[in-house]
T-cell receptor, first 112, second 112 residues
Framework: QKEVEQNSGPLSVPEGAIASLNCTYS??????FFWYRQYSGKSPELIMF????GDKEDGRFTAQLNKASQYVSLLIRDSQPSDSATYLC????????????FGTGTRLKVLA | DVKVTQSSRYLVKRTGEKVFLECVQD?????MFWYRQDPGLGLRLIYF???????EKGDIPEGYSVSREKKERFSLILESASTNQTSMYLC???????????FGQGTRLTVV
């Protein structure tokens, strides 16, 4: 079982719709959860981080964390074509180490 | 403005060559790591360093070594380059566990 799992996609949504990206992780000791966006040919950049159960909102983005279910999600409201990218879920604080564990990413396509 | 700089954006090397990839960060971060990124496989950790002269193997260390003689610099070495090491290599750094990782621009290495 992979430590961080994401559906590879592509996930296609029409412009203006809500895009929902999901991620599950295997280690209950995980402490911090991150969403990175990566445009084709570019490096990942941080969009959101979340440490506590519940929702965290920042503009059009909402991160949701459910530690009991070992599940973290990213919602993008009013999706724009410029949101088309690969979204990487990352987990840290796993088993007392300092390592980031990345999922393989979900490719999002927002259709104009 | 935080910065992680990789020495080359594109590299072409011959099979059997010794290859050096350099990464420098100006944020005084303790933690640095090297990933390779391949289509469908996501980011895979090669090596990780949490302090000067300290290193830890990641998931795919075979064929690679690293050096961290100064806090700001983390070098990845391909001892004898092979065609299966053709990939995008990403360096990143962060201050402590559970904080944002900052990525370099990536080095696309082609081994012929």
């Amino acid at each position: 079982q992979k430590e961080v799992e994401q559906n590879s996609g592509p996930l296609s949504v029409p412009e203006g719709a809500i895009a929902s990206l999901n991620c599950t992780y295997s280690d209950r000791g995980s402490q911090s959860f991150f969403w990175y966006r990566q445009y084709s040919g570019k490096s990942p950049e941080l969009i959101m981080f979340i440490y506590s159960n519940g929702d965290k909102e920042d503009g059009r983005f909402t991160a949701q964390l459910n530690k009991a279910s070992q599940y973290v999600s990213l919602l993008i409201r009013d999706s724009q074509p410029s949101d088309s990218a690969t979204y990487l879920c990352a987990v840290t604080g796993t088993s007392g180490t300092y390592k980031y564990i990345f999922g393989t990413g979900t490719r999002l396509k927002v259709l104009a | 403005d935080v910065k992680v700089t990789q020495s080359s954006r594109y590299l072409v090397k011959r099979t059997g060559e010794k290859v050096f990839l350099e990464c420098v960060q100006d944020m005084d971060h303790e933690n640095m790591f090297w990933y390779r990124q391949d289509p469908g496989l996501g980011l895979r950790l090669i090596y990780f360093s949490y302090d000067v002269k300290m290193k830890e193997k990641g998931d795919i260390p075979e064929g690679y070594s690293v050096s961290r003689e100064k806090k700001e610099r983390f070098s990845l070495i391909l001892e004898s380059a092979s065609t299966n090491q053709t990939s995008m290599y990403l360096c990143a750094s962060y201050r402590q566990a559970n904080t944002e990782a900052f990525f370099g621009q990536g080095t696309r290495l082609t081994v012929v």
